[in-house]
């Protein structure tokens, strides 16, 4: 069984840093695009930043500049690291990977909430 483990988050000021990490576990055969969703309350969810499994990036344009997306195949494992934090970043953050198991499909990590407040 495979499964999306998500850490990092938290509180933090406007203009500070976090870094949010993902890893997939289990009978993990490949990984295909690795992504960063989020959503705010009362909003859909949108897609925050991707990376393929061979490097290739994009972002939202709510977010270049600010965030860096990275991943590391040999640990199954993606980032995302962001600053210059915004109020506006706020919301739950979710990892999403295309991965093949038995078969090819989407997983998702639990979440984990940013709130970016003074």
């Known amino acids: 069984q495979v499964q999306l483990v998500q850490s990092g988050g938290g509180l933090v000021q406007p203009g500070g840093s976090l870094r949010l990490s993902c890893a997939a576990s289990?009978?993990?055969?490949?990984?295909?695009?690795m992504n960063w969703y989020r959503q705010a309350p009362g909003k859909e969810r949108e897609l925050v930043a991707g990376?393929?499994?061979?490097?290739?990036?994009n972002y939202a344009d709510s977010v270049k500049g600010r965030f860096t997306i990275s991943r590391d195949n040999a640990k199954n494992s993606v980032y995302l690291q962001m600053n210059s934090l915004k109020p506006e970043d706020t919301a739950v953050y979710y990892c999403?990977?295309?991965?093949?198991?038995?078969?090819?499909?989407?997983?998702w990590g639990q979440g984990t909430q940013v709130t970016v407040s003074s």
């Open positions: 999403n990977a295309e991965i093949r198991s038995f078969a090819m499909r989407d997983y």
């Open positions: 289990g009978s993990v055969f490949s990984i295909n695009a």
């Open positions: 990376v393929t499994n061979s490097g290739r990036t």
